[in-house]
């Protein structure tokens, strides 16, 4: 939902980069099913590094807006322009978040795919996964532009999505036992 609501992100790179995530988890539980011995459970921990390097930046970001709340008119159209520019890369923030909390997924396709070996098997697992993919997507969307939760959203989700992106890669690190 904070995806979502930042200006910074486009509805379509949030939808793209949950899918590329999703995609990468999927790639990496099915190398993981037939490597799963040989790879240390920690190195999935590395991944909350993702999200603590998004919402620094994002941090840096605020802080910087804050700096400059008094910009001409004219200085403001530009940097709106820059930052629209920048947000058709944004799907890879998005999937970067997706892939690093995806660790538990990871923890559970692995053993999945390894399991639910044949080509058939897995298209169906891989399809339901998409399918969820789609739903969570559309309700999200559905919550950010809803009149209760659209104005809390578009007023504080910028302030709260570098906090949310940082305690969400310490949980994945903590959750690894990297601490």
């Given at each position: 939902?904070?995806?979502f609501s930042s200006p910074n992100f486009l509805a379509r790179n949030v939808v793209v980069g949950q899918y590329l995530g999703i995609g990468l988890l999927v790639a990496i539980s099915t190398l993981g099913s037939l490597i799963a011995l040989v790879?240390?459970?920690?190195?999935i921990g590395l991944l909350g590094?993702?999200?603590i390097a998004v919402g620094i930046k994002k941090l840096l970001e605020l802080r910087a807006e804050c700096k400059n709340q008094e910009v001409r008119s004219q200085e403001k159209l530009q940097e709106n322009s820059k930052k629209l520019s920048s947000s058709y890369l944004s799907f890879l923030?998005?999937?970067a978040v997706t892939l690093a909390n995806g660790g538990d997924n990871i923890g559970v396709y692995t053993?999945?795919?390894?399991?639910y070996s044949s080509a058939f098997e897995v298209t169906i697992?891989?399809?339901v996964f998409m399918a969820m993919t789609a739903v969570w997507c559309a309700i999200g969307y559905y919550?950010?532009?809803?009149?209760?939760?659209?104005?809390?959203?578009?007023?504080f989700g910028h302030v709260v999505l570098p906090f949310v992106l940082i305690g969400l890669g310490v949980y994945i690190m903590a959750d690894a036992f990297l601490f």
């Open positions: 939902m904070i995806f790879v240390p459970s920690f190195i590094l993702a999200p923030s998005v999937s053993p999945l795919f390894a399991k697992l891989v399809s919550f950010v532009k809803h009149p209760l939760v659209e104005k809390h959203m578009r007023r």
